[in-house]
């Protein structure tokens, strides 16, 4: 669980999955740049969205996953 380093290349560079679960705060474009460089070095990355939108977790998903062609949906299916 990372709480309190900013993603970026150099700690992403010790992983080789980024999970990512029900953010309550959107990701700063700064680190999203960083995970859209490690997802294209080969890097896995999974997002793990609530079935609708509390707390903007749905639109602070779909901010990183648009770019891979993934939308999250706010119903309950």
């Known amino acids: ?5 900013p993603y970026d290349d150099a700690l ?5 999955v980024l999970v990512i679960k029900t953010p309550e705060r ?3 474009d700064e680190e999203a740049a960083a995970i859209d460089r490690f997802v294209h ?3 896995g990355l999974l997002l793990v969205g609530d079935h609708t939108n509390l707390l903007g977790m749905g639109t ?5 996953s ?3 062609g993934i939308r999250f ?5």
Not at 1 to 5: A, C, D, G, L, Q
Not at 60 to 64: D, E, G, K, Q, V
Not at 73 to 77: A, E, G, L
Request: hydrophobic content about 40%; overall charge positive; charged content about 15%.
């Open 26 to 28: 959107a990701v700063p």
């Open 1 to 5: 669980v990372n709480t309190s380093r």
């Open 41 to 43: 070095a080969g890097g």
């Open 12 to 16: 992403l560079a010790g992983y080789d």
């Open 60 to 64: 602070h998903l779909n901010a990183l």
């Open 73 to 77: 949906r706010y119903d309950s299916v």
């Open 66 to 68: 648009a770019r891979y």
